[in-house]
């Protein structure tokens, strides 16, 4: 079972607009959600993360809002550059037991000058 | 930051063959994982160590084994690869596990014919 969901699996936007890319979560007990920014070639690398007990987190042009209710958050890439092309994963964990998060499939994003 | 290295970079071998991939950090991390990433499944747990001399079983073990010789290397062993283990593999480590941030290495490209 697939514990955390993101869609959509690519985007393509033009500079300057905000890209969106969305996350859901199957267990009510994760309580930590960082996002991943992998460029080709290279490993993962940490972009931002929020904890449950907040809504939104930002980050300069990144932004994560979270909805607890409905186990679903979304990160926001305002003014979406070339640079920020990459795929981005989202991950979940809690901070007992299971010593990992839980990532998703990733979302590709390509931003077009 | 955490530096995390993977040797070889790439490696080609046949069915059959043994393979031994190749992960240090010399960021004094306690946790160390293996992963391996596949166009569609997005990154997957294959072990992880919480130090010298342990592992963990992670979501996709089969076919793999592990060995944490020291605190700063990890090992991936492939004793009868075959071409499903064909992927791109990544080594990452963090200093205290569950929600504290993750550091990966450049990964390994390993084909299996």
């Known amino acids: 079972q697939q514990q955390v969901r993101q869609s959509p699996q690519s985007l393509t936007v033009w500079e300057g607009e905000t890209a969106i890319l969305n996350c859901s979560y199957e267990n009510s007990a994760f309580d930590y959600f960082p996002w991943y920014q992998q460029f080709p070639g290279e490993g993962p690398a940490l972009l931002i993360s929020i904890l449950s007990v907040s809504d939104k987190k930002e980050d300069g042009r990144f932004t994560i809002f979270f909805n607890k209710r409905e186990k679903k958050l979304s990160l926001h890439i305002a003014d979406s550059q070339p640079g920020d092309s990459a795929t981005y994963f989202c991950a979940a964990s809690y901070n007992t037991g299971y010593q990992n998060f839980y990532f998703g499939k990733g979302t590709s994003l390509t931003v077009i000058p | 930051e955490a530096a995390v290295t993977q040797s070889p970079r790439n490696k080609v071998t046949v069915t059959g063959g043994n393979v031994t991939l190749s992960c240090r950090q010399t960021?004094?991390?306690?946790?160390m994982y293996w992963y391996r990433q596949d166009t569609g499944h997005g990154l997957r747990l294959i072990h992880y160590?919480?130090?010298?001399?342990?592992?963990q079983i992670g979501d996709v073990p089969d076919g793999y084994k592990a060995t944490r010789t020291t605190q700063e290397d990890f090992f991936l062993l492939l004793e009868l690869a075959s071409p499903s283990q064909t992927s791109l593999y990544f080594c990452a480590s963090s200093l205290l596990g569950g929600e504290d941030t993750q550091y990966f290495g450049p990964g390994t490209r390993l084909l299996v014919l």
């Open positions: 160590s919480y130090g010298a001399g342990n592992l």
């Open positions: 960021n004094s991390h306690n946790y």
